[in-house]
């Protein structure tokens, strides 16, 4: 389970996170969502320690993150961009996150789940963005960590591989693992998140599932919810919208 | 194995493997062996060979080690997403880098001094010229990641790392040449030493001259530094002086990535 309390951080003169408080829990998908620019990445490299917080603190089962590594044991992470040392290859990169981590990882299950196989001993810089990405879904999975974070894993994967990541977040909350994810894909929103976390200028704006977000907004769709959402909070520009056709 | 170790491990052999690392090695494999073979006399090749090292080292160091940290860029929030200390990921990367480095120039200078077959005078001249080599690139590495840290944009960091490294090797000589003509007047080698010890490139190029026949040519300055430099505490000063190089550079930068949002 993860506790944010009152997390706020600014770059610079610039406020990216303000006071969020947010319990996530186990055996859910988290789907966070907003516009860009709105603190969604921010949120999860807090977490993560990649970002350190200027007030707040982050609790993860008990154990407060700050000043803290070992807590990442538990967590596998997926960035947005898969950048690997050039002259690695597949499996030397494997080797070496084990070797860093210290337990059972089972990399070859993953791999033959996504047709990895011939890539084995190709040089990183040589594989297509594609197949980057799924190494990268790899280091998130293989150590069974019980909290899983996606940021906008569908970049660059086709639709099958998409369909199979899919899938396996599916399974891992089967597990009960905490699965935070971010992305502007709504369809993956729709069919994967038990709450939606919409940011908005470094504020939840809602918290809920996808129904109570549709339901609030009074529309029909999510995307519709989510549109109608954002342009609530356009106050001053005034934009004329369209009826639906 | 300590974590720290891993990370050196990885980022040495990473390193290693690129063609740069092996060009690098060649390269001065190759200048080495041909100074060797036509100058026909050791201590002008040793004294080419200063140069050039004095010239390059520092240049290709701080280059290797600017490119380095910001292509890694990604990779390294990668890591710190792993069960990892930050100050041990962080100086696991410098000090892979500046070993293969190091060994890229030792084997290069030492492999050629091996065909030469030269003696052991001569080699304990080499050895000192391949260890302030070393030294340089420990210094310049260090220097090349503390920019990199202070500087989030790529072109700025690699421009201001290619100024400090341009400043230390060609522009603090012609300011310390204009100061000796201006206070020609005054007795200044307790100054000119004190000056050369804060350039790193300076200080190794006065403690390798020193040990060649040509310190005869310096004259009168040469025989001041070598009342300063000759004996062993001057010796051990300017060594602290180039290991203090390495430390404060290195220590800034392990103390802002420390702070540093990723």
């Not at chain 1, 891992?172 to 038990?194: F, M, N, P, Q, Y």
């Not at chain 2, 030792?106 to 080699?123: D, I, K």
Request: glycine fraction near 6%; charge should be neutral; aromatic fraction near 12%.
């Amino acid at each position: 389970m993860i506790q944010i309390k009152e997390l706020a951080k600014s770059f610079g003169k610039v406020p990216v996170l303000k006071e969020i408080t947010l319990q996530l829990e186990a055996g859910k998908i988290y789907a966070f969502l907003g516009p860009n620019g709105s603190g969604k990445t921010t949120l999860i490299k807090s977490i993560l320690g990649l970002t350190l917080p200027d007030a707040g603190e982050i609790i993860i089962d008990n154990e407060n993150i700050k000043n803290n590594w070992r807590y990442k044991s538990r967590i596998g992470y997926m960035p947005q961009i898969a950048r690997f040392p050039e002259n690695l290859t597949m499996m030397e990169l494997f080797r070496m996150t084990k070797d860093i981590r210290k337990t059972t990882a089972n990399e070859e299950d993953y791999i033959a789940y996504f047709n990895l196989e011939e890539s084995r001993e190709k040089a990183l810089k040589n594989l297509s963005g594609g197949t980057k990405q799924k190494v990268n879904a790899i280091l998130a999975l293989m150590f069974n960590p019980d909290i899983l974070i996606f940021d906008e894993p569908s970049v660059g994967l086709d639709p099958v591989s998409h369909l199979r990541l899919k899938d396996l977040m599916r399974q891992e909350r089967e597990k009960g693992k905490t699965i935070l994810l971010t992305t502007h894909i709504l369809s993956e929103v729709e069919e994967l998140a038990d709450e939606v976390i919409f940011l908005l200028e470094g504020k939840i704006y809602f918290k809920g599932t996808v129904k109570e977000l549709v339901e609030t907004q009074d529309e029909n769709n999510l995307e519709r919810a989510i549109a109608r959402l954002l342009l609530r909070t356009e106050k001053k520009t005034k934009i004329q919208y369209p009826e639906a056709a | 194995m300590n974590a720290l170790f891993k990370i050196i491990k990885y980022s040495f052999y990473d390193t290693l493997r690129s063609w740069w690392a092996l060009f690098y090695g060649l390269f001065f494999l190759v200048i080495t062996t041909t100074l060797l073979y036509f100058s026909g006399d050791f201590n002008k090749a040793l004294v080419s060979l200063l140069n050039l090292v004095l010239l390059l080292v520092p240049l290709i160091s701080t280059v290797f080690g600017v490119m380095y940290s910001y292509n890694s860029r990604e990779f390294t929030e990668l890591l710190l997403a792993q069960p990892l200390k930050r100050s041990h990921l962080f100086l696991g990367q410098y000090l892979g880098l500046t070993l293969s480095l190091v060994l890229s120039i030792s084997l290069g200078l030492g492999a050629a001094f091996l065909l030469h077959a030269g003696s052991v005078a001569e080699s304990g001249q080499l050895g000192m010229l391949i260890l302030c080599g070393s030294l340089l690139t420990a210094i310049f590495t260090g220097i090349a990641f503390l920019v990199s840290v202070l500087f989030e944009d790529r072109i700025k960091g690699f421009g201001i790392a290619i100024l400090v490294w341009l400043f230390s090797a060609v522009i603090y000589d012609g300011l310390f040449l204009a100061f000796l003509v201006m206070f020609n007047d005054y007795p200044l080698e307790k100054a000119t030493i004190g000056i050369a010890l804060f350039n790193p490139i300076d200080l190794s190029r006065i403690m390798i001259l020193l040990r060649l026949e040509t310190a005869a040519l310096l004259g009168y300055t040469g025989a001041v530094f070598n009342k300063f430099f000759g004996t062993v505490p001057g010796m051990l000063f300017s060594f602290s002086a180039l290991l203090l190089w390495i430390f404060i550079p290195l220590l800034v930068f392990l103390k802002k990535v420390q702070r540093k949002d990723f």
